[in-house]
């Protein structure tokens, strides 16, 4: 007989962003502006993220597309490319992601794409830290507090060392 496994999780959905801490409606803030900054041609959906660092620092990304559609590439990976390639150490504590066709943002937000929430597992895994993420809509919030949420049973860098007896 099978066992039932069962896997599930919580997120707070906020009605009322101006609830949130200061320093993420400034993250959620930047994701806006940086999805008006898009290069979105193809889609005409423009997507933008921002990171806040264990320092404060705070920086943003957008999704590139280009003429040979796979090369094209979302904003949360621009984001998470920049951090890590120049700010190793400093670890990414949250992600807010903003997205906007073109009557504007989405009310409802965006969640992660499939190969964006590899990327953002691999980096939890590296810095041994969850990573908040805000899916920022017109109005609303919802808080996930960790991509490990939105990603389980994950492929991780464990499936590629042999099994221990
Ligand atoms: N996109 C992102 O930037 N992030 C996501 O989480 C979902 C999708 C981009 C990729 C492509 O440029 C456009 O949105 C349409 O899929």
Redesign the pocket.
């Known amino acids: 007989m099978p066992t039932t496994k069962n896997i599930s999780f919580t997120y707070l959905e906020y009605d009322m962003p101006e609830e949130l801490g200061p320093e993420d409606q400034e993250l959620i803030s930047a994701a806006k502006v940086a999805a008006g900054k898009a290069y979105?041609p193809y889609?005409r959906?423009r997507?933008g993220a921002a990171l806040r660092l264990e320092s404060g620092k705070l920086l943003s990304g957008s999704?590139v597309?280009n003429a040979a559609f796979p090369s094209?590439i979302?904003?949360?990976r621009t984001v998470l490319s920049y951090a890590i390639s120049n700010w190793p150490d400093d670890h990414p504590l949250t992600l807010a992601?903003a997205a906007m066709n073109e009557e504007g943002i989405r009310d409802n937000g965006?969640?992660?794409?499939g190969n964006?929430r590899q990327v953002i597992a691999e980096e939890e895994m590296r810095t041994g830290k969850h990573i908040r993420i805000l899916l920022a809509g017109a109005d609303r919030v919802r808080v996930i507090e960790s991509c490990s949420n939105l990603l389980p049973l994950q492929f991780s860098k464990k499936d590629l060392t042999p099994d221990h007896p």
């Open positions: 979105a889609s959906f997507v999704n597309e094209g979302c904003a949360e992601i965006v969640s992660p794409c964006c």
